[in-house]
Protein backbone atom coordinates (compact mmCIF):
# COMPACT_ATOMS: atom_id res chain seq x y z
CA UNK A 1 0.00 0.00 0.00
CA UNK A 2 2.86 2.08 0.39
CA UNK A 3 4.24 1.71 -3.08
CA UNK A 4 0.99 2.29 -4.33
CA UNK A 5 0.46 5.68 -2.26
CA UNK A 6 3.38 6.68 -3.36
CA UNK A 7 3.02 5.69 -7.13
CA UNK A 8 -0.54 8.16 -7.16
CA UNK A 9 0.70 11.17 -5.03
CA UNK A 10 3.27 11.03 -7.60
CA UNK A 11 0.67 10.98 -10.17
CA UNK A 12 -1.84 13.71 -8.74
CA UNK A 13 1.12 16.09 -8.26
CA UNK A 14 2.16 15.86 -12.23
CA UNK A 15 -1.77 16.68 -12.85
CA UNK A 16 -0.54 20.20 -10.11
CA UNK A 17 2.48 20.81 -11.82
CA UNK A 18 1.40 20.08 -15.56
CA UNK A 19 -0.77 23.33 -14.62
CA UNK A 20 0.86 25.25 -12.24
CA UNK A 21 1.40 28.40 -13.83
CA UNK A 22 -1.29 28.61 -16.00
CA UNK A 23 -4.97 30.64 -15.73
CA UNK A 24 -7.35 28.78 -13.57
CA UNK A 25 -10.82 29.00 -12.24
CA UNK A 26 -10.51 29.92 -8.78
CA UNK A 27 -13.46 29.78 -6.21
CA UNK A 28 -13.97 30.43 -2.83
CA UNK A 29 -15.29 28.21 0.13
CA UNK A 30 -14.65 30.67 2.46
CA UNK A 31 -13.36 34.49 2.62
CA UNK A 32 -9.75 33.40 2.60
CA UNK A 33 -10.40 29.62 1.70
CA UNK A 34 -10.28 28.91 -2.06
CA UNK A 35 -10.47 25.65 -4.31
CA UNK A 36 -9.17 25.29 -8.04
CA UNK A 37 -9.87 23.38 -10.90
CA UNK A 38 -6.38 21.64 -9.95
CA UNK A 39 -7.74 20.55 -6.12
CA UNK A 40 -10.42 18.88 -8.19
CA UNK A 41 -8.34 17.16 -10.65
CA UNK A 42 -5.84 15.79 -8.40
CA UNK A 43 -8.74 14.47 -6.13
CA UNK A 44 -10.77 13.17 -8.43
CA UNK A 45 -7.24 11.37 -9.56
CA UNK A 46 -6.83 9.86 -6.32
CA UNK A 47 -10.28 8.95 -5.54
CA UNK A 48 -10.59 6.86 -8.90
CA UNK A 49 -7.44 5.06 -7.57
CA UNK A 50 -8.18 4.42 -4.39
CA UNK A 51 -11.37 2.93 -5.10
CA UNK A 52 -10.20 0.78 -8.36
CA UNK A 53 -7.48 -0.78 -6.26
CA UNK A 54 -9.38 -0.58 -2.67
CA UNK A 55 -12.60 -0.99 -3.00
CA UNK A 56 -13.53 -1.53 0.83
CA UNK A 57 -11.51 1.59 1.74
CA UNK A 58 -13.31 4.70 3.14
CA UNK A 59 -11.82 7.84 2.11
CA UNK A 60 -11.89 11.29 3.68
CA UNK A 61 -10.62 14.00 1.05
CA UNK A 62 -10.61 17.64 1.41
CA UNK A 63 -12.73 18.79 -1.41
CA UNK A 64 -15.40 15.61 -1.49
CA UNK A 65 -15.93 14.70 2.04
CA UNK A 66 -16.49 10.93 3.28
CA UNK A 67 -16.43 8.37 0.21
CA UNK A 68 -17.73 5.42 1.33
CA UNK A 69 -16.49 2.06 0.15
CA UNK A 70 -17.42 1.12 -3.58
CA UNK A 71 -20.77 -0.24 -4.42
CA UNK A 72 -21.86 0.57 -0.90
CA UNK A 73 -20.18 -2.67 0.86
CA UNK A 74 -18.98 -3.33 3.97
CA UNK A 75 -15.39 -1.49 4.93
CA UNK A 76 -12.76 -3.09 6.41
CA UNK A 77 -11.43 -0.65 8.29
CA UNK A 78 -9.15 0.94 6.16
CA UNK A 79 -9.67 4.91 5.86
CA UNK A 80 -7.55 6.71 3.36
CA UNK A 81 -7.07 10.67 4.59
CA UNK A 82 -5.97 12.79 1.69
CA UNK A 83 -5.45 16.35 0.67
CA UNK A 84 -4.90 16.71 -3.13
CA UNK A 85 -3.21 20.25 -2.98
CA UNK A 86 -2.22 21.66 0.22
CA UNK A 87 -1.34 24.58 0.08
CA UNK A 88 -3.87 25.60 -2.56
CA UNK A 89 -3.41 29.62 -1.96
CA UNK A 90 -0.18 29.76 -2.33
CA UNK A 91 -0.47 27.27 -5.73
CA UNK A 92 -3.59 30.24 -6.94
CA UNK A 93 -0.73 32.83 -6.71
CA UNK A 94 1.94 31.27 -8.97
CA UNK A 95 4.30 30.47 -5.24
CA UNK A 96 5.57 27.19 -5.77
CA UNK A 97 5.43 25.76 -2.39
CA UNK A 98 2.33 23.15 -2.16
CA UNK A 99 1.93 19.26 -1.52
CA UNK A 100 -0.26 16.14 -1.99
CA UNK A 101 -0.77 14.85 0.91
CA UNK A 102 -1.69 10.55 1.84
CA UNK A 103 -2.26 9.08 5.15
CA UNK A 104 -4.05 5.77 5.15
CA UNK A 105 -5.37 4.58 9.12
CA UNK A 106 -6.88 1.82 10.25
CA UNK A 107 -9.46 1.71 13.73
CA UNK A 108 -7.78 5.18 14.29
CA UNK A 109 -3.94 4.64 14.19
CA UNK A 110 -1.94 6.33 11.02
CA UNK A 111 -0.33 3.65 9.10
CA UNK A 112 1.51 4.99 6.41
CA UNK A 113 1.91 8.49 5.10
CA UNK A 114 2.86 9.98 1.77
CA UNK A 115 3.50 13.90 1.16
CA UNK A 116 4.54 14.92 -2.35
CA UNK A 117 6.58 18.15 -3.43
CA UNK A 118 6.02 17.26 -7.14
CA UNK A 119 8.20 21.41 -7.51
CA UNK A 120 11.14 19.71 -6.33
CA UNK A 121 10.26 16.11 -7.02
CA UNK A 122 10.17 15.15 -2.95
CA UNK A 123 8.75 12.49 -1.51
CA UNK A 124 8.22 11.75 2.24
CA UNK A 125 7.02 8.55 3.34
CA UNK A 126 6.38 6.65 6.66
CA UNK A 127 5.22 3.06 7.43
CA UNK A 128 4.71 2.10 11.07
CA UNK A 129 7.39 0.72 13.10
CA UNK A 130 9.74 1.27 9.60
CA UNK A 131 10.74 4.86 9.95
CA UNK A 132 10.68 7.38 7.65
CA UNK A 133 12.40 8.45 4.24
CA UNK A 134 13.20 11.10 1.66
CA UNK A 135 13.13 9.72 -1.87
CA UNK A 136 14.02 6.35 -0.40
CA UNK A 137 16.61 7.49 2.04
CA UNK A 138 15.89 7.74 5.77
CA UNK A 139 15.47 10.35 7.62
CA UNK A 140 15.81 11.78 11.30
CA UNK A 141 14.68 15.42 13.01
CA UNK A 142 17.47 17.77 13.82
CA UNK A 143 19.41 17.78 16.54
CA UNK A 144 19.01 21.54 17.89
CA UNK A 145 19.17 21.36 21.59
CA UNK A 146 17.45 24.40 22.50
CA UNK A 147 14.66 27.07 20.96
CA UNK A 148 17.36 29.86 21.04
CA UNK A 149 18.80 27.94 18.19
CA UNK A 150 15.88 26.74 16.60
CA UNK A 151 14.10 27.21 12.93
CA UNK A 152 10.40 27.31 13.42
CA UNK A 153 7.12 27.19 11.20
CA UNK A 154 3.74 28.02 11.52
CA UNK A 155 0.55 28.73 9.48
CA UNK A 156 -2.23 31.09 9.69
CA UNK A 157 -5.50 30.00 10.28
CA UNK A 158 -8.17 30.63 7.91
CA UNK A 159 -10.20 32.44 11.21
CA UNK A 160 -6.86 33.89 12.01
CA UNK A 161 -8.34 37.46 11.78
CA UNK A 162 -10.68 36.24 14.91
CA UNK A 163 -7.68 34.40 17.45
CA UNK A 164 -6.16 37.01 19.19
CA UNK A 165 -4.10 34.37 20.69
CA UNK A 166 -2.68 33.45 17.50
CA UNK A 167 -0.62 36.54 17.02
CA UNK A 168 0.57 36.70 20.66
CA UNK A 169 1.92 32.93 20.30
CA UNK A 170 3.25 34.27 16.84
CA UNK A 171 5.37 37.16 18.84
CA UNK A 172 6.33 35.22 21.87
CA UNK A 173 8.09 32.96 19.21
CA UNK A 174 9.79 35.61 17.22
CA UNK A 175 11.59 37.06 20.21
CA UNK A 176 12.15 33.42 21.64
CA UNK A 177 13.53 31.03 18.56
CA UNK A 178 16.11 31.43 16.05
CA UNK A 179 13.61 32.16 12.93
CA UNK A 180 10.16 31.75 12.55
CA UNK A 181 8.65 31.14 8.99
CA UNK A 182 5.21 30.71 7.18
CA UNK A 183 5.33 28.74 3.97
CA UNK A 184 1.40 27.89 3.70
CA UNK A 185 1.45 24.32 3.09
CA UNK A 186 1.29 22.49 6.37
CA UNK A 187 1.68 19.12 5.37
CA UNK A 188 4.79 20.01 3.74
CA UNK A 189 5.81 21.97 7.08
CA UNK A 190 5.33 18.63 9.17
CA UNK A 191 7.23 17.10 6.33
CA UNK A 192 10.76 19.45 6.65
CA UNK A 193 10.22 18.91 10.26
CA UNK A 194 10.48 15.04 9.73
CA UNK A 195 13.56 15.98 7.53
CA UNK A 196 15.23 18.49 9.86
CA UNK A 197 15.17 21.37 7.94
CA UNK A 198 12.24 23.11 10.44
CA UNK A 199 13.18 22.31 14.44
CA UNK A 200 9.64 22.62 15.56
CA UNK A 201 5.85 23.55 14.12
CA UNK A 202 2.98 25.03 15.89
CA UNK A 203 -0.53 25.70 14.22
CA UNK A 204 -4.40 26.02 14.84
CA UNK A 205 -7.16 25.28 13.26
CA UNK A 206 -6.16 22.62 10.69
CA UNK A 207 -8.02 19.97 9.46
CA UNK A 208 -7.82 15.78 9.49
CA UNK A 209 -5.92 15.81 5.91
CA UNK A 210 -3.54 18.61 6.35
CA UNK A 211 -1.54 16.89 9.56
CA UNK A 212 -2.73 12.95 8.86
CA UNK A 213 0.19 12.00 6.58
CA UNK A 214 2.57 14.53 8.76
CA UNK A 215 1.96 13.51 12.07
CA UNK A 216 3.04 9.76 11.04
CA UNK A 217 6.12 10.82 9.34
CA UNK A 218 7.36 13.11 12.24
CA UNK A 219 6.84 10.41 15.15
CA UNK A 220 8.45 7.88 12.30
CA UNK A 221 11.45 10.41 11.81
CA UNK A 222 11.90 10.17 16.19
CA UNK A 223 10.07 13.36 16.60
CA UNK A 224 7.77 14.17 18.86
CA UNK A 225 3.76 15.49 18.04
CA UNK A 226 1.26 16.74 21.37
CA UNK A 227 -0.92 18.95 21.54
CA UNK A 228 -0.17 22.75 23.03
CA UNK A 229 -0.75 20.84 26.91
CA UNK A 230 1.72 17.85 25.79
CA UNK A 231 -1.32 15.47 25.58
CA UNK A 232 -1.71 13.28 23.05
CA UNK A 233 -2.61 14.67 19.02
CA UNK A 234 -5.71 14.30 17.57
CA UNK A 235 -6.08 14.70 13.53
CA UNK A 236 -9.28 16.02 14.34
CA UNK A 237 -8.77 17.94 17.25
CA UNK A 238 -6.33 20.70 16.63
CA UNK A 239 -3.99 22.71 17.56
CA UNK A 240 -0.63 20.80 17.06
CA UNK A 241 3.05 20.63 18.04
CA UNK A 242 5.66 19.58 16.81
CA UNK A 243 8.97 19.32 17.45
CA UNK A 244 12.88 17.65 16.81
CA UNK A 245 11.61 16.28 20.80
CA UNK A 246 14.24 18.45 22.07
CA UNK A 247 12.84 22.12 21.96
CA UNK A 248 8.95 20.04 22.40
CA UNK A 249 9.22 21.76 26.26
CA UNK A 250 9.97 25.14 25.58
CA UNK A 251 8.00 25.37 23.08
CA UNK A 252 5.21 24.46 25.32
CA UNK A 253 6.00 27.02 27.81
CA UNK A 254 6.03 29.86 25.06
CA UNK A 255 3.10 28.73 24.28
CA UNK A 256 1.53 28.65 27.81
CA UNK A 257 2.60 32.57 27.59
Known amino acids: MLNFAIQTARDAGRILAERFGRSLRISNKSELDLVTESDLASEGLIIDRIKTHYPRHTILAEESGTNPPESGGAHDGWRWIIDPLDGTTNYAHGYPCFCVSMGLEREGRMELGVIYDPMRDEVFTAERGEGAALNGKRIKVSPTPNLASALLCTGFPYDVRERGEFARHFSNFIMNAQGVRRDGAAAL ?27 LIIEEAGGRVSDYHAGPVSIFKPPILASNGLIHEEMMRVLAL
Request: glycine share 14%; aromatic share 18%.
Open 189 to 215: DLAYVAAGRFDGFWEEGLKPWDVAAGV
